[in-house]
């Protein structure tokens, strides 16, 4: 593993780069997400890369790779596994299902009944599966990351707010610019075959023991009183905010420390200030907030309010 946590972020962002072009913020975000041991909803029109790019970040860190297509007859035995009778042994086995990986693409996640998706949410929370009573540990690495298609809604079953908030973050990726999609258009005349990520030269950097090290030490960056203190004022006055009707839970004030603390520790530093709060404030709140019909009538947004509340709220010295 690379010692410097700016090199490696440079080195990560690369190999991401190699595949994924025009999309830094999201490169960053799924790999922070990751080693933060947090899940990612991941938003975007088809065709964007992102099953691409949550390929790569498995390839990179050397992690097991598992995708599910959600459907509406998808059941909660088809994520998590079950139990089968063995003729020649007599006795029951249980089956894993495609949970048991390092990462996991839940792809159109709102496509799937609510029983499904309460079921994968509980392991995402517990890291463990219960069948027959009996529990199966998932892997320590275990990260979601769930997409959802913004344009179709007809037939899907958007997650209530109590799910969304097991979200660590919510990554939103749009259509490249002119000159990021002619370099996409230029990789595959090159002979890039998705299917194939040695086509394009992408190599491991990290194992899966380093991702949990990594981890180790940003959890061990400090945060001081006010900078805890700036936290708080942000997540608070999402429910104080005039455009408002949900504001954000203490779980987002959690997920904000921890991913300050990671931008400290990519800057070179162990301890964490205000500007690390705002580097990643809005994919941590744009999901947790519930505006009032008025204001979207009026055609607000959750990250209009994100980055009022951002401009407004006293920073700390």
Sequence with gaps: MIEDPGKLMETVTAELGKVVKGQREAVEGVFLTMVLGGHAL????????????????????????????????LMPSDVIGTNVYDQRTGDFRFREGPIFTDLLLADEINRAP?????ALLECMEERHATVDGERHPISSVFTVFA??????????????????????????????????????????????????????????????????AFGKRIRAARADEKVRAYITDVVQATRRHGQVAVGASPRAA????????????????????????KRHALPILRHRIILKPEAEIEGHTTDDVVADILASTRVPM
């Design 42 to 73: 991941i938003e975007g029109p088809p065709g964007t890369a992102k099953t691409l790019l949550v390929r790569t970040l498995a390839r990179i860190t050397t992690s097991r790779f598992r995708r599910i297509q959600f459907t509406p007859d």
């Design 114 to 118: 609510s029983k499904t998706q309460a």
């Design 147 to 212: 997409t959802q298609n913004p344009i179709e809604y007809e037939g899907t079953y958007p997650l209530p707010e109590a799910q969304l908030d097991r979200f660590m973050t919510k990554i939103v990726v749009g259509f490249p610019d002119h000159e990021r999609e002619m370099e996409i258009v230029s990789l595959h005349d090159a002979g890039f075959d998705p299917a194939d990520l040695d086509t394009a030269g992408v190599e491991a950097i990290m194992g899966v023991e380093d991702v949990i």
């Design 254 to 277: 959690i997920f904000m420390l921890r991913m300050a603390k990671a931008i400290a520790i990519l800057e070179g530093r162990d301890f964490a200030v205000p500007d690390d709060v």
